[in-house]
């Protein structure tokens, strides 16, 4: 018995499916908590305005390039504000925007799933105390 070789059709890619992913809301708003930084970073401003360093030391284990790139996307997201004082000195806070502050119900809510289902961990307030 010999087998017989068909040919193959080409195959096109559905532009639909594409354009669905990209649309998405959730798969939209999940991208910015596709890093571990970026949310721990958004808490710490939510307490307060900080500074480039002030955010590298109290962020464990978090590269100077990762937390750099990191503001710079959250910048350009709109959930942060960068805001330099004098240029000279290189005087720069990050604060929250109202954008920014618009996440904190929904990482609350993050935090309230983990504290009922994942044993060892702490709340976002517990984390802040140990470090501020």
Known sequence: MSQEVTKRLPVRKRQSDTYNIKKCAVIGA?????????P????????KPMRYNDLHRIIPNISRKMLSAHLH???????IIR??????????????????????????GIQDWGLAN???????????????
């Open 83 to 108: 805001k330099q004082y004098d240029p000279k000195k290189q005087h720069v806070e990050y604060l929250l925007s109202p954008k920014g502050h618009s996440l904190m119900g929904i990482l609350e």
């Open 118 to 132: 994942i044993e060892g961990v702490v709340s976002i307030r517990e984390m802040t105390e140990e470090v501020l």
């Open 30 to 38: 999940l991208k910015i908590f596709s890093t571990k930084w970026k």
């Open 40 to 47: 721990c970073i958004i808490c710490y401003l939510a307490i």
């Open 73 to 79: 996307e959250l910048e350009t997201d709109g959930l």
